[in-house]
């Protein structure tokens, strides 16, 4: 089972997104912000195979947690997911080594459709 860790600061987001990962046999584990995940990625949950991340949080936002990550050495693929479509962020975010973007609200099939296909490229 690929574990897939979801960072969100909204906790509805985080279990609606959880719930639609598990359905599909992920194992989902959660981060409340960018720095949350960052130190669950550098310690026990190290084995994620996906990262699901939002990009406006407190404390550290999506993107700088992306780049902080990839600063690190960590190259667990990343799927943003967020209400922001801005292109300027877009391009950041893939240039810190997102590989994916989904706007919110989110259809559980395509989140779960680009999870699975972004788990076995990794």
Known sequence: MAKVMV???SATVRA???RALVQAGFEAVEATDGR?????VMGPEADSVLIVCDVNMPNMSGI???????SKGIA???LVLTTE?????????KAAG????IIKPF????LVAAAKHLARAA
């Open 7 to 9: 960072v969100d600061d």
């Open 16 to 18: 609606q997104v959880s």
């Open 36 to 40: 949350d995940a960052l130190q669950k």
């Open 64 to 70: 700088e947690f992306l780049e902080a990550a990839r």
């Open 76 to 78: 667990v693929p990343v």
């Open 85 to 93: 479509g801005q292109p300027q962020m877009m391009r950041r975010a």
């Open 98 to 101: 997102a590989r994916a973007w």
């Open 107 to 110: 259809k559980a099939d395509v």
